[in-house]
C-alpha cells in the first residue's frame, strides 16, 4: 500500500492533479495515511553523513526563524513549503526498500517526467507569445507553472532516461527511452529557458567526461543534442540563448534583473550574517528594504545559494554545500562498492550515476533559480539513502568509509 501510495503522490506533485480534485485536502489526507502506514511498520533509520548535514541544516532554518523580522511568515515557509516536501521524501526513501520497487518507482516516475515534457510540447501555439517567453509545465499553481522551473525538471530528469537506456537490454525499450529523451530536450528548447540551456549542456559534458567506457556513446548523443537544438529550435531561442554572455541584454531583461536580485541577496548576507534575514523571507526583505528605486516589488533572488544565505545566514549557506558534498560523496562510495563486487551492469550502479549526473543539474540550475525547496534536491537524498539500504539489507555490502563509520559510533544512541 505505502509503494502504491507514494506512486499516488507524486503524480499530485508533478501532474498536479489538484485542478481535477479538492487536492490540497486529498494531498494532506493521502500524507497523512501514508505516514501512519510508516509509523506502523516501525521504520529504522540508516545515520550516514547526509542525514547528519541535513538536520544541522534544517536546525540552522529552524533557528533562522526566530530572528526573522516576520516570525509568523517563516514558521508558515518552514512548515508548510519545506517539511512537506522532506516528509514526502522521508516517505519515499521508506516505501521504496528493494530494488523492485525502486525500478518500478523509476519508470514511473520518468513516465510522468514525459507526460509534463509533452503537455507542455502539445499546449504551445507557435505564434503565440509563448514561444518567444516560453513554454510551462502544467498550471500556473504547479512549480512547473514557471518556464525556467519547469527546464530545471526536465534537466534533471535528463541523465535519468540516459542511464536507464545504457542499463536496459531490450532494444524496444532502448527506443522509447530515446524517444523519451527526445521529448525531455523539446519540452527544454520549447521553454526558452537560458538558465535551462546552461543546464543541460553542462550536464551533457559532465555526462562525457564522467562515462568512462560509453564516453564515446555519450560524446556522439551530446554533439547529436546540440547539433539537433542548432538546426531546429527557432530563431527566437537562438537569439535568446545568445544574451547568456550579457551582450544584447537590456534594463528590463529578466538575466539584468537577476544579477540586481544577486546583488541585493548578497547584501542581506552582509547585513545579517549570522542568522539571515529569516527564512523565506528574501522576497519580503527585498521589497521593504533592498530594492531597487524604481523596483519595489517583492521578488524571489532566481539563486537557491544566494537565497539561503541571504535567509539563513552564512552557516545556512556552508552547510548548503556540505549537503550537496555528502550526496556527492555517498553516490562515489555507492558506485566504488558496486564496482569492487563487479557489479558495473547493476541496476543500482547506473542509477547511482543518475543521481549524480541529475544533482549536477540541479547545483548548475538553481544558480538561476530559487529551487532549493522543491522536490528535487529531496528526492536525490531519497532515491540515495534508498540505494544504500538496498545494498546493505538486500546485497550485504558495507560501504561505509571509516570517517563515516567512527561518525555513527560517536552518535550512536545505546540500547
Known amino acids: 500500500m505505502l509503494f502504491f501510495g507514494i506512486l499516488i503522490l507524486y503524480s499530485f506533485i508533478y501532474l498536479n492533479l489538484h485542478q481535477y480534485f479538492h487536492g490540497a485536502?486529498?494531498?494532506?489526507?493521502?500524507?497523512?495515511?501514508?505516514?501512519?502506514?510508516?509509523?506502523?511498520?516501525?521504520?529504522?533509520?540508516?545515520?550516514?553523513?547526509?542525514?547528519?548535514?541535513?538536520?544541522?541544516?534544517?536546525?540552522v532554518m529552524a533557528l533562522s526563524v526566530l530572528f526573522s523580522s516576520y516570525i509568523k511568515l517563516s514558521l508558515?515557509?518552514?512548515v508548510d513549503d519545506l517539511f512537506k516536501i522532506i516528509l514526502i521524501a522521508f516517505m519515499t526513501y521508506f516505501a521504496l526498500n528493494s530494488t523492485n520497487k525502486l525500478s518500478a518507482f523509476l519508470w514511473i516516475w520518468l513516465v510522468y517526467q514525459v507526460f509534463v515534457a509533452r503537455n507542455a510540447l502539445t499546449g504551445l501555439?507557435?505564434?503565440?507569445?509563448?514561444?518567444?517567453?516560453?513554454?510551462?509545465?502544467?498550471?500556473?499553481?504547479?512549480?512547473?507553472?514557471?518556464?525556467?522551473?519547469?527546464?530545471?525538471?526536465?534537466?534533471?530528469?535528463?541523465?535519468?532516461?540516459?542511464?536507464?537506456?545504457?542499463?536496459?537490454?531490450?532494444?524496444?525499450v532502448k527506443g522509447l527511452i530515446a524517444l523519451s529523451e527526445i521529448f525531455l530536450i523539446i519540452g527544454i528548447v520549447i521553454s526558452q529557458s537560458r538558465g535551462g540551456f546552461v543546464t543541460l549542456i553542462s550536464t551533457i559534458i559532465f555526462i562525457i567526461l564522467?562515462?568512462?567506457?560509453?564516453?564515446?556513446?555519450?560524446?556522439?548523443?551530446?554533439?547529436?543534442?546540440?547539433?539537433?537544438?542548432?538546426?531546429?529550435?527557432?530563431?527566437?531561442?537562438?537569439?535568446?540563448?545568445?544574451?547568456?554572455?550579457?551582450?544584447?541584454?537590456?534594463?528590463?531583461?529578466?538575466?539584468?534583473?537577476?544579477?540586481t536580485l544577486w546583488k541585493a541577496g548578497l547584501k542581506m548576507m552582509v547585513d545579517h550574517p549570522i542568522t539571515g534575514v529569516g527564512l523565506g523571507r528574501y522576497q519580503a526583505a527585498y521589497g521593504y528594504k533592498y530594492h531597487r528605486k524604481e523596483d519595489r516589488k517583492w521578488r524571489v533572488a532566481h539563486n537557491s545559494y544566494i537565497s539561503?544565505?541571504?535567509?539563513?545566514?552564512?552557516?545556512?549557506?556552508?552547510?548548503?554545500?556540505?549537503?550537496?558534498?555528502?550526496?556527492?560523496?555517498?553516490?562515489?562510495?555507492?558506485?566504488?562498492?558496486?564496482?569492487?563486487?563487479?557489479?558495473?551492469?547493476?541496476?543500482?550502479?547506473?542509477?547511482?550515476?543518475?543521481?549524480?549526473?541529475?544533482?549536477?543539474?540541479?547545483?548548475?540550475?538553481?544558480?538561476?533559480?530559487?529551487?532549493?525547496?522543491?522536490?528535487?534536491i529531496y528526492l536525490i537524498i531519497a532515491l540515495t539513502l534508498a540505494i544504500r539500504r538496498i545494498m546493505v539489507e538486500e546485497y550485504g555490502f558495507e560501504i561505509q568509509d571509516n570517517k563515516e563509520k567512527n561518525l555513527i559510533k560517536t552518535l550512536a544512541v545505546p540500547d
Open 25 to 59: 485536502k486529498l494531498f494532506l489526507v493521502l500524507n497523512l495515511i501514508l505516514l501512519v502506514a510508516i509509523l506502523f511498520q516501525k521504520p529504522k533509520i540508516v545515520l550516514s553523513r547526509i542525514n547528519l548535514a541535513l538536520f544541522l541544516l534544517l536546525s
Open 76 to 78: 508558515y515557509f518552514l
Open 125 to 172: 501555439n507557435m505564434s503565440a507569445p509563448s514561444i518567444r517567453y516560453g513554454a510551462t509545465g502544467l498550471a500556473s499553481t504547479s512549480f512547473l507553472g514557471d518556464p525556467n522551473d519547469f527546464a530545471l525538471a526536465l534537466n534533471i530528469a535528463l541523465p535519468f532516461a540516459f542511464y536507464l537506456m545504457l542499463q536496459t537490454r531490450n532494444k524496444i
Open 210 to 259: 564522467f562515462q568512462g567506457k560509453k564516453r564515446i556513446l555519450a560524446l556522439t548523443i551530446g554533439a547529436f543534442v546540440v547539433a539537433g537544438i542548432s538546426v531546429l529550435a527557432p530563431l527566437t531561442y537562438i537569439e535568446r540563448m545568445q544574451t547568456i554572455t550579457g551582450s544584447g541584454l537590456e534594463k528590463g531583461d529578466t538575466g539584468y534583473g537577476r544579477i
Open 308 to 376: 539561503i544565505g541571504a535567509e539563513t545566514g552564512i552557516a545556512g549557506l556552508l552547510l548548503y554545500f556540505y549537503l550537496l558534498y555528502c550526496i556527492f560523496k555517498e553516490n562515489y562510495y555507492i558506485r566504488k562498492s558496486l564496482r569492487t563486487a563487479k557489479m558495473e551492469n547493476h541496476f543500482l550502479f547506473y542509477l547511482s550515476n543518475a543521481l549524480t549526473a541529475g544533482l549536477v543539474a540541479y547545483c548548475v540550475g538553481t544558480m538561476f533559480l530559487t529551487a532549493w525547496y522543491y522536490i528535487h
